[in-house]
C-alpha cells in the first residue's frame, strides 16, 4: 500500500514547474521522502525475481548521474537508447529533485511544416511508455519511483548505442557517411589550397626581399655619385 501511494503522488508530481517557496508543497515533499525511505531497499536487499542489472521501485543512487548511468546500461543490455525528459526543480532553492529518463521512441514526433520542401525524417517515435522517474530525497539519494519496463516496439539485445542509432536511422548513416566522404575530400582540397596560398607568399617574399636590395643598391650609388661630385668641385 505504501508503494501504490508513493507511486501515485511521484506520477501526480512528474510535470512540475516550481518556482518560490511553499510550504504546503514541503510538508509533501518530506512526507514523500519518507515513504520513499520506508520502502527503499539497501543495496543488498533486491527484491527477489529481480535482476541485479534491473531498475527497480526503491532503488537507490548515490546521484542523479549514476540513475542515468545504470539506466543506460541496461537499455544497452536490452537493446533500446535512453533520452533524458522531465526535470523537477525544488520551488525552495530551484534545485533538481526529480528527472525522468524515457525510452527514446517515446511520444510523438509532431509534423514539420518543412518537410514539404526537405526530405521527410525517419519515423523514430511510436508512443512508447518504458521509463523510469527517480527523485531525491531527504537524505540527498536519489530512489526510483515509478520504472514502466514493457516497450512498444522490437528491441536490439546485445547492439551497441551507435548499432541501435544507425538501425533506427538507416537513410541519415548513408547521408552522414557520404557528407563525411565530401568533408574528407573538400579537406584535402583546403590543404592543397593552403600550400598554393603559403607558394605565392613565399614568392611574395622573396621578391619583396630582391627588389628591396635593388632600390639599396641603387641609393647607395647616387650617394656615391653625388660625394664624387662635390669632391671634384672643391
Known amino acids: 500500500m505504501v508503494l501504490n501511494s508513493v507511486q501515485a503522488e511521484a506520477s501526480s508530481m512528474e510535470n512540475e514547474n ?6 504546503v508543497e514541503e510538508t509533501f515533499q518530506q512526507e514523500l521522502n519518507e515513504k520513499v525511505e520506508q520502502i527503499s531497499p539497501g543495496r543488498d536487499d533486491i527484491p527477489e525475481g529481480i535482476p541485479a542489472d534491473e531498475p527497480y521501485v526503491g532503488q537507490e543512487f548515490e546521484s542523479e548521474a549514476a540513475a542515468h548511468a545504470f539506466y543506460n546500461a541496461y537499455a544497452t543490455r536490452v ?3 535512453i533520452r533524458v525528459s522531465k526535470l523537477s526543480r525544488s520551488r525552495r532553492d530551484g534545485s533538481a529533485i526529480g528527472r525522468a529518463l524515457v525510452c ?7 509534423p514539420d511544416k518543412r518537410e514539404k520542401i526537405v526530405r521527410q525524417r525517419a519515423e523514430t517515435r511510436v508512443g512508447c511508455r518504458a521509463m523510469i522517474l527517480v527523485r531525491k530525497v531527504s537524505s540527498g539519494k536519489w530512489v526510483v519511483t515509478k520504472f514502466v519496463k514493457e516497450h512498444t516496439h522490437p528491441l536490439a539485445p546485445g547492439k551497441g548505442r551507435r548499432d541501435c542509432i544507425y538501425d533506427q536511422y538507416p537513410n541519415e548513416h548513408n547521408k552522414i557517411r557520404e557528407l563525411t566522404q565530401q568533408l574528407a575530400i573538400e579537406k584535402k582540397r583546403a590543404a592543397t589550397y593552403k600550400r598554393h596560398l ?9 621578391h619583396n626581399e630582391s627588389l628591396s636590395k635593388k632600390i639599396q643598391h641603387i641609393v647607395d650609388r647616387v650617394r656615391e655619385i653625388e660625394s664624387k661630385e662635390q669632391q671634384n668641385r672643391v
Open 79 to 81: 537493446g533500446f537508447i
Open 198 to 206: 603559403e607558394l605565392i607568399f613565399e614568392q611574395i617574399e622573396e
Open 18 to 23: 516550481e518556482t518560490g517557496e511553499n510550504p
Open 104 to 110: 527514446n521512441k517515446e511520444g510523438f514526433r509532431m
